[in-house]
């Protein structure tokens, strides 16, 4: 047996460029691509709304595919625990800004989102000496909510999909604001605990 496969796999040296960091790097060249697709013809022409959409969607799935890779295959790195936070943020912070800008997102939703992500990637940074919260069914339930209702706002859809659109978003920043209270009380207790320890 040779020496590389009898080393324990929690000791085996990662490269940090494999097949699930280039998904996320690819995620974050979509979002350039994404945002000129949106705004192409003016930002109502149909054709490039559903061109928008395709780039979106298949971000989308990389933000899936790269952590189930990372995670059955054992090749989760430390630049990926950094990039792909950064991926998602950029991916759903400029389809909604984007989405505000042209009018179809009213800018206080936006603003929600984006200081309650803002917010929890700092908490992060405050608590991660102390231990790593991780992510709640709760977190996961709002990333799929806010994809899916900024998927169906980009599409070119006639009056009742914005409408189902409007609701899945409006039950999106419900589940962000919750979620990011949760988040801060479990930060607070981590921070707590240690001190009380220490």
Same mark, same amino acid.
């Given at each position: 047996?040779?020496?590389?496969?009898?080393?324990?796999?929690?000791?085996?040296?990662?490269?940090?460029?494999?097949?699930?960091?280039y998904?996320?790097?690819?995620?974050?060249?979509?979002?350039?691509?994404?945002?000129?697709?949106?705004?192409?013809?003016g930002?109502?022409?149909?054709?490039?709304?559903?061109?928008?959409?395709?780039?979106?969607?298949?971000?989308a799935?990389?933000?899936?595919?790269?952590?189930?890779?990372?995670?059955?295959?054992?090749?989760?790195?430390?630049?990926?625990?950094?990039?792909?936070?950064?991926?998602?943020?950029?991916?759903?912070?400029?389809?909604?800004?984007?989405?505000?800008?042209?009018?179809?997102?009213?800018?206080?939703?936006? /603003? #929600? +989102?984006? $200081?309650?992500?803002?917010?929890?990637?700092?908490? !992060?940074?405050?608590?991660? =000496?102390?231990? %790593?919260?991780?992510?709640?069914?709760?977190?996961?339930?709002?990333?799929?909510l806010?994809?899916?209702?900024?998927?169906?706002?980009?599409?070119?859809?006639?009056?009742?999909?914005?409408?189902v659109?409007?609701?899945?978003?409006?039950?999106? /920043? #419900? +589940?962000? $604001?919750?979620?990011?209270?949760?988040?801060?009380? !479990?930060?607070?207790?981590? =921070?707590?605990g %240690?001190?009380a320890?220490?």
């Amino acid at each position: 047996m040779s020496a590389a496969r009898r080393e324990p796999l929690a000791h085996r040296r990662v490269s940090a460029w494999n097949v699930a960091n280039y998904l996320t790097v690819a995620r974050l060249v979509l979002v350039p691509v994404f945002v000129v697709l949106l705004f192409a013809g003016g930002g109502d022409e149909a054709g490039w709304r559903v061109a928008a959409w395709v780039a979106f969607a298949v971000a989308a799935v990389t933000d899936y595919v790269d952590g189930e890779l990372a995670r059955s295959r054992g090749i989760v790195t430390d630049l990926g625990k950094l990039l792909d936070p950064i991926a998602d943020k950029a991916l759903t912070g400029s389809a909604l800004v984007g989405l505000s800008l042209l009018g179809e997102l009213w800018w206080w939703v936006t /603003v #929600v +989102v984006l $200081v309650r992500e803002l917010g929890v990637t700092l908490l !992060r940074f405050w608590v991660i =000496r102390h231990g %790593v919260i991780p992510a709640s069914r709760g977190g996961k339930l709002k990333t799929l909510l806010q994809l899916v209702a900024i998927g169906l706002l980009v599409l070119p859809l006639p009056d009742p999909g914005h409408l189902v659109a409007a609701v899945i978003m409006g039950a999106a /920043v #419900v +589940v962000t $604001v919750v979620t990011g209270v949760d988040y801060v009380v !479990r930060a607070l207790r981590l =921070r707590r605990g %240690v001190v009380a320890g220490a």
